[in-house]
């Protein structure tokens, strides 16, 4: 068996499209994936599943209906099931979503 460490810079220089993420790694029955962020996304939420964002790099801003976040390099939040979200990132961001197999970023 060959051991080989997942680069991310490596990983994110094959994706080239905005809020498209891809599976780089699997753990038990959750999924590491890594996207490139721009712009605004879609109001949604996930009923059955926390979602993770960890900003790797640029500054990740998440609405909610009665606030938002702002997620800065190395850092990273949780959004509860359940609670509608909406990721912004006025400039590129690139960040790694935590999730289980199957979930759909635009949610339920």
């Given amino acids: 068996m ?3 460490a997942i680069n991310f810079d490596e990983k994110l220089d094959l ?3 905005y809020w498209s993420p ?3 790694a699997e753990l038990n029955d959750y999924q590491f994936k890594l996207v490139r962020l721009k712009g605004e996304f879609v ?3 996930h009923n059955d ?3 993770a ?3 790797l790099e640029g500054n990740l801003r998440i609405d909610f209906r009665d606030g938002s976040i702002d997620i ?3 850092e990273m939040h949780v959004v509860p099931k359940g609670l509608e979200h909406r990721p912004f990132a006025e400039q590129e961001v690139k960040a790694l979503l935590v999730e ?3 979930v759909v970023n635009t949610g339920d």
Wanted: no cysteine; net charge negative.
């Fill in 15 to 17: 994706i080239n499209e």
């Fill in 72 to 74: 800065g390099p190395g």
């Fill in 100 to 102: 289980p197999q199957g």
């Fill in 2 to 4: 060959e051991y080989k």
């Fill in 53 to 55: 964002f960890i900003v």
């Fill in 22 to 24: 891809r599976v780089v």
């Fill in 43 to 45: 109001w949604h939420k």
């Fill in 49 to 51: 599943t926390d979602e």
